[in-house]
């Protein structure tokens, strides 16, 4: 992007305030944060959330973080709920109700559960009708807020409190769903896959893009959880750049149906750099379990393998 530059970014009003409750350290916020600040100034926002640490605790009636208009959602109908705002909008301003001059955006930020399980449907919806909206979606890879249970987004062998690692289970038996492939097949304008870089370029620009292309589009961020991952707070940039290195959690684009690769790391590295910063994944490094990281290893190999044909297609 021409003339990013990360000081200015980041000393833009904060959309998203400080005060609220979530864990210091939250990739939620962060990620919420980022998208946010890809918001031009004069814009407004009417922002849909559906259940989770991110709505639970940044807006208590009458307490609110939020600077924009903000609606909580039930778990399963986020998707619907601003489809039906924007559709609204656009009839407002077509009867000249809405001035011309007010320029609104609809962005909706679910969980993983939310997402990927409990809103799916209501998701799909919001994305085939083609509404003018984007759906972020804040990937932390578990229902976090009631206490750590799997999604369809949690990684294989993950210990979480319904896949518990003991005698007879390593943790989650089944992969992760891919949800920003799944997306990009219903045929919307723009899909990215995203995390934190050191330069916050590559959130901040597919933000905006998705923000500003006109459609139904949609944003996978990896939001890292220390309370869920078990890992130290302060590591988060570490953890992110373990999980794009590694092609955990590739960054690419789906712009009008093509595959773009974000980013290819020079040396990737082994998915055990990866595993061994967090607590979830501890019962991999017991002697015997090596079989398990190997499996980990050929699931991340064919995911990447298949990126890479995609986009180069
Ligand atoms: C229909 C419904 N089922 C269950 C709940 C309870 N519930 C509230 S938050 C939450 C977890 C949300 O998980 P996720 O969407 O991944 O967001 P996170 O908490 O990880 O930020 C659950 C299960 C609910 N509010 N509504
Ligand atoms: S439990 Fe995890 S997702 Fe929830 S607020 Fe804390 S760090 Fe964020
Ligand atoms: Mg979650």
Request: aromatic share 12%.
């Amino acid at each position: 992007m021409a003339g990013y530059n990360l000081k200015e970014i980041m000393n833009k009003p904060e959309r998203l305030t400080p005060g609220h409750r979530m864990c210091a350290g939250c990739g939620a916020t962060i990620g919420v944060r980022a998208v946010l600040r890809a918001l031009h100034e004069n814009d407004r926002a009417v922002i849909g959330n559906a259940t989770g640490c991110l709505e639970v605790s940044s807006y208590t009636y009458p307490y609110t973080a939020w600077e924009d208009s903000y609606i909580h959602n039930a778990f399963e109908n986020a998707g619907a709920t601003l489809s039906g705002v924007e559709t609204a909008y656009k009839a407002l301003k077509k009867r000249g109700r809405i001035s011309e001059d007010v320029n609104y955006k609809f962005i909706t930020f679910g969980g993983d559960g939310g997402t990927y399980d409990i809103g799916f449907q209501s998701l799909s919806g919001a994305m085939e009708r083609g509404h003018d909206m984007v759906y972020v979606c804040y990937d932390n890879g578990a229902y976090m807020n009631t206490g750590i249970q799997r999604s369809s987004a949690t990684p294989m062998y993950a210990d979480t409190t319904t896949t518990p690692v003991g005698k007879v289970s390593n943790g989650k038996l089944q992969g992760r769903k891919d949800l920003a492939g799944i997306i990009a097949e219903h045929n919307v304008p723009y899909v990215a896959q995203t995390t934190f870089t050191k330069d916050f370029r590559d959130i901040h620009t597919k933000s905006e893009r998705a923000i500003y292309t006109e459609g139904a589009c949609f944003l996978n961020v990896l939001a890292p959880c220390p309370r869920g991952w078990r890992y130290e707070a302060s590591d988060v940039m570490n953890i992110c750049k373990l999980a794009i290195d590694t092609c955990y959690w590739p960054l690419f684009e789906v712009d009008h149906g093509k595959w773009l690769l974000s980013y290819e790391p020079k040396h990737k590295l082994p998915i055990e750099d990866f595993l061994r910063e967090q607590g979830r994944f501890k019962h991999l490094f017991k002697p015997g379990n090596e079989d398990l990281i190997v499996q980990f290893q050929e699931e991340v190999d064919r995911r990447w393998e298949d990126l890479l044909y995609k986009c180069a297609r």
